[in-house]
């Protein structure tokens, strides 16, 4: 079955970067593209971004554009999500998320959150 | 950008009751790229409906979507227990894809 398993919470200082990652099994690898969403707390979710493991594109949202890097590696089946210039609005649950490409965006699977405190 | 309005922000229902959401975009949804989720505390977000009222994986039958255009409706036939929790909609037909601002559905 497909799983996404992310690394662990992290608290940061205000101006300091996280590296976030997203390990996945039970498919693929490079057939679903990796989708970023964060929430921060008590609060609504915020698409940040999405990544083709299989070439490499992706697409940030314009919020978080300079700031923010995913990428890959293809032989781990690992996708990296890095924020930089930290601030304590950033303190949230960074998901990330995935599905077919019939999916066209709609996200079945999830990982469990990583918690970043910015602090 | 598709900005997602949804409604009521708080539905305090019994058990048994039908549930009524709803989730409006300020402009027209491509190809009814339209997804409910549900969440509960401490968990990542569960794909109720996509395609505006195609139900995913093993969803309950009570689950159910519809709409079209700018106006979408997630309706709960008979709440169980288990179904107390809050309620996103997700637009993925443009980019950036968006999220409406939830609807908490809590135990009257």
């Known amino acids: 079955q497909v799983q996404l398993v992310q690394s662990g919470a992290e608290v940061k200082k205000p101006g300091a970067s996280v590296k976030v990652s997203c390990k996945s099994s039970?498919?693929?690898?490079?057939?679903?593209?990796i989708y970023w969403v964060r929430q921060a707390p008590g609060q609504g979710l915020e698409w940040m971004g999405i990544i083709n493991p299989s070439g490499g594109n992706r697409t940030y949202a314009q919020r978080f554009q300079g700031r923010v890097t995913m990428t890959r590696g293809t032989s781990t089946g690992t996708v990296y999500m890095e924020l930089s210039s930290l601030r304590s609005e950033d303190t949230a649950v960074y998901y990330c998320?995935?599905?077919?490409?019939?999916?066209?965006?709609?996200?079945?699977?999830w990982g469990q959150g990583t918690l970043v405190t910015v602090s | 950008e598709i900005v997602l309005t949804q409604s009521p922000g708080t539905l305090s229902l019994s058990p048994g009751e039908r549930a009524t959401l709803s989730c409006r975009a300020s402009?027209?949804?491509?190809?009814?790229?339209l997804a409910w989720y549900q969440q509960k505390p401490g968990q990542a977000p569960r794909l109720l409906i996509y395609g505006a009222s195609s139900r995913a994986t093993g969803i309950p039958e009570r689950f159910s979507g519809s709409g079209s255009g700018t106006d979408f409706t997630l309706t709960i036939s008979r709440l169980e227990p288990e179904d107390f929790a809050v309620y996103y909609c997700?637009?993925?037909?443009?980019?950036?894809?968006?999220f409406g601002g939830g609807t908490k559905v809590e135990i009257k």
């Open positions: 039970g498919y693929t690898f490079t057939s679903y593209n």
């Open positions: 998320a995935t599905g077919p490409s019939d999916s066209n965006g709609s996200l079945p699977f």
């Open positions: 997700q637009q993925y037909g443009s980019s950036p894809l968006t």
């Open positions: 402009q027209s949804v491509f190809s009814t790229y």
